[in-house]
């Protein structure tokens, strides 16, 4: 008996509510504009809708059309618009000129309530400043009607349902599983790439050339003696070029890296190498000159270009490795074993 009482009460409670917000939006609009005859002023609030359920959002716009001439101050609000609407963010105010002269401001506020029935929210006052006077306007009463949620206490309660367990997709451990691959092999570069760089040697090794290394230098050598560019003014190109040779030389011979490498870490590096001393000299000299022409702005005499060029040609031909065709090497060996058969 009690429980039917209780549930009555309820409903009879639930329709006065309702009784109340009907009757407070039936008194008020959505929306309330008023008119300033004097200045020329209309002004204006407006509700996206005065009935929300409890915790929903909704907009409040306060819009002002007025003369240029006139400074008018918008109502400031700090988080909340009286004691029961709250204010979840205000926008700046957004002017627009008009086609008849005048401007139109408006500044929009995002508002909330949590508390169920019919909040009033008191007129807006807007101040106008002219002529070192100001006058205040205020619009209409507004009202917002908040509802809450029907609970239905006639049926018992449940325990909170956890949330499913639902096996694992390979969409979602993909991006995991390539990221940790990408960040295995960044870093098995890292480490390549250092031990690379203590020992002087490329990261990435290059295709070994068709021709031997010194012919490809030679060839390139000749190039240079015929062209004669120290004869023409081109004393920095000659140089550069001679060098370029002698580089590209010493990494394919040698498996050095010289390419980006300065004169002292060149002949650092050369250290390693198998040769006399006069080998080296000559080297020495060949760099040594070419820096002056190249960064000292030093033009060489005749005589100091020919005799890197003759020192170039050493440096390749006292290193070249004999290496017998392979033809020879099996006509070699067809000879010693008649030989031996004999």
Do not use: C
């Given at each position: 008996m009690t429980n039917k009482i209780d549930i009555?009460?309820?409903?009879?409670?639930?329709?006065?509510?309702?009784?109340?917000?009907?009757?407070?939006?039936?008194?008020?609009?959505?929306?309330?504009?008023?008119?300033?005859?004097?200045?020329g002023?209309?002004?204006?609030?407006?509700?996206?809708?005065?009935m929300i359920a409890i915790g929903d959002q909704i907009n409040l716009l306060?819009?002002?059309?007025?003369?240029?001439?006139?400074?008018?101050?918008?109502?400031?609000?700090?988080?909340?618009?009286?004691?029961?609407?709250?204010i979840i963010k205000q926008f700046p105010q957004d002017t627009v000129p008009m086609e008849n002269g005048k401007l139109k401001v408006n500044k929009n506020f995002l508002i909330t309530s949590f508390?169920?029935?019919?909040?009033?929210?008191?007129?807006?006052?807007?101040?106008?400043?002219?002529?070192d006077l100001m006058k205040i306007i205020r619009t209409d009463t507004l009202f917002l009607g908040v509802k809450t949620f029907d609970i239905d206490t006639t049926k018992a309660n449940f325990d909170?349902?956890?949330?499913?367990?639902?096996?694992?997709?390979?969409?979602?451990?993909?991006?995991?599983?390539?990221?940790?691959?990408?960040?295995?092999?960044?870093?098995?570069?890292?480490?390549?790439?250092?031990?690379?760089?203590?020992?002087n040697q490329p990261l990435f090794v290059?295709?070994?050339?068709?021709?031997?290394?010194?012919?490809?230098?030679?060839?390139?050598?000749?190039?240079?003696?015929?062209?004669?560019?120290?004869?023409?003014?081109?004393?920095?190109?000659f140089h550069s070029e001679l060098t370029d040779t002698i580089?590209?030389?010493?990494?394919?011979?040698?498996?050095?890296?010289?390419q980006e490498s300065t004169t002292d870490e060149i002949l650092e590096a050369t250290k390693s190498v198998d040769t006399d001393s006069e080998w080296k000299e000559n080297l020495k000299e060949i760099l040594e000159l070419a820096d002056l022409a190249?960064?000292?702005?030093?033009?060489?005499?005749?005589?100091?270009?020919?005799?890197?060029?003759?020192?170039?040609?050493?440096?390749?031909?006292?290193?070249v490795v004999n290496v017998s065709p392979p033809e020879e090497k099996e006509e070699t060996t067809s000879k010693e074993t008649i030989k031996e058969e004999k």
């Open positions: 009555l009460n309820s409903r009879i409670a639930k329709a006065l509510f309702a009784f109340v917000i009907l009757l407070g939006t039936t008194l008020s609009s959505f929306s309330t504009f008023a008119q300033e005859d004097e200045k002023i209309k002004y204006g609030v407006q509700l996206d809708t005065n306060l819009s002002v059309e007025q003369p240029k001439d006139l400074r008018i101050e918008f109502p400031v609000f700090s988080d909340s618009i009286g004691s029961t609407v709250e508390e169920d029935g019919v909040h009033k929210m008191n007129p807006f006052e807007f101040k106008i400043h002219k002529d909170i349902v956890m949330p499913i367990e639902t096996p694992i997709s390979f969409s979602e451990i993909a991006p995991w599983l390539f990221g940790g691959l990408l960040a295995v092999a960044i870093i098995v570069l890292v480490i390549i790439y250092l031990r690379k760089r203590k020992k290059k295709a070994k050339p068709a021709e031997p290394a010194h012919v490809i230098a030679l060839r390139k050598l000749d190039e240079i003696k015929k062209q004669k560019l120290w004869e023409t003014g081109k004393v920095k190109e580089r590209f030389y010493l990494d394919e011979r040698f498996h050095l890296s010289t190249k960064f000292a702005k030093l033009t060489p005499l005749q005589d100091e270009n020919e005799r890197s060029l003759k020192y170039a040609y050493k440096i390749i031909e006292t290193t």
